[in-house]
């Protein structure tokens, strides 16, 4: 099984233009989470979905940032326009079910690769 | 608020030494926490969870209510060892699946 697939790994743009990420998840999971990781921190939660409804957006930065999880399968996170302050690897990752209910993984996530943002 | 502390960027010890890796939390409910590990060139994965009490790879974490600590171990470091880990934690208040993630430590087993 691929895991979490995420492309590009890498993009390099200046600044002002716009960029698209790409994530598809393990097959059958129907929660996608997208995370920003800036050098030296851990992982931020950018966005939730469960299946194809946003159910935590609440640390996205919503004057430049766009998700979207059209099928409740792959998703998409968009910047527009791109600044400095951008630069990071952006995590894609997935799991079955949510925390809180009897036999779901609870706490494990499937993380794809991850994005590699550099803002010229 | 709830918050992930690991005090440690980098933690450096010789093969075959024992290692504790740091984390301390700050939540109001009862926690659930994780530990993640990241190899050199690999994705990010999960290595242990506090509710299954198990030992992957020779490491173990324990729950410390009192301290609000979850600190990893292992008695014999191993080279193969050396990865970024972090802690996380279960924002579990509302079946959200949110993890809120430590800074990180860097684990070096020298030879």
């Known amino acids: 099984e691929a895991g979490v697939v995420q492309s590009p790994r890498y993009k390099i743009i200046e600044k002002k233009q716009p960029v698209a990420f790409w994530c598809n998840p393990i097959?059958?999971?129907?929660?996608l989470y997208w995370y920003l990781q800036n050098l030296g921190q851990g992982p931020e939660l950018l966005i939730r979905y469960e299946n194809e409804e946003a159910v935590d957006d609440s640390q996205l930065p919503k004057d430049r940032f766009s998700a979207e999880r059209l099928k409740g399968v792959d998703s998409t996170l968009k910047i527009q326009p791109a600044e400095l302050g951008d630069s990071a690897v952006y995590l894609c990752a997935s799991s079955f079910g949510t925390s809180g209910r009897a036999g779901s993984n609870t706490g494990e996530l499937f993380f794809g690769e991850g994005s590699r943002l550099t803002v010229l | 608020a709830q918050r992930v502390t690991q005090p440690e960027k980098l933690l450096s010890v010789f093969k075959g030494a024992p290692v504790e890796l740091k984390c301390n939390y700050s939540?109001?409910?009862?926690?659930?926490l994780f530990w993640y590990v990241q190899y050199s060139r690999q994705r990010l994965q999960l290595l242990l969870r506090h509710i299954s009490r198990e030992s992957i790879k020779g490491f173990t974490a324990d729950l410390n209510k009192g301290e609000t600590s979850f600190h990893l171990k292992k008695p014999f470091a191993q080279e193969e060892d050396s990865a970024m880990y972090y802690c996380a934690l279960l924002h579990g208040s509302s079946n959200t699946g949110k993890l809120i993630f430590g800074q990180g430590t860097t684990l070096q087993v020298k030879p």
């Open positions: 097959s059958g999971h129907n929660t």
């Open positions: 939540y109001s409910g009862s926690p659930e």
